[in-house]
């Protein structure tokens, strides 16, 4: 791996810790919190891929296991593994990977189609892992957790859309920038 990739993944390790200083917003009716680091997950498989994207937030995940607290709230720790949130948590991930593999797959990325991906892969797929875990978790079941999940909904949309839109412009800027390297 080139000093520039491990710059990166570092880079967006810290992107992730800078979205847990915003505190959590709580819900009286669930232990898990509203966070800011939905977007990072959305960035940084928007912006580095799954390889790098995956390997940035494991060395997140393995901050926070050893107990930096790194997390909204500051949460930090191997019990933030067994909780509630845990299989969001373990999500950031797997959907980085899988959201980044997929972005990787499409030829011409638009607006709309990096929004729907992330909307379809990234939003979808946390509520995959997360709703069973947190189910088993507070022994509830899927039906009632879904329930519940379903205020978080639209905060995740506006997360989603929020971070294609910088993913968005990163990302086109970046191609214009090869163009005029390539016609100089």
Known sequence: MKVRDLTNI?????IMGVLGLFPPIPLSFTPVPLTLQTVGIFLTAGLLGARKGFYSQAVF????????????????????????????IFGYAIITFCLGFALSQIKEL???????????IGVFLLYCIGVPVQAFVMDLSIIDVIKISLVYIPGDIIKATIATYIVYQLRKRSVIQKQLQKAS
Request: aromatic residues 12%; charged residues 5%.
């Open 110 to 120: 638009t607006f709309m189609k990096l929004y729907i991906t992330n909307i379809i």
């Open 61 to 88: 995940l393995l901050l926070v296991a050893v107990g930096v607290p790194l997390l909204s709230g500051g949460r930090g720790g191997l019990g933030v593994f067994v909780g509630p949130s845990a299989g969001y």
């Open 10 to 14: 570092a880079l967006f390790t810290a």
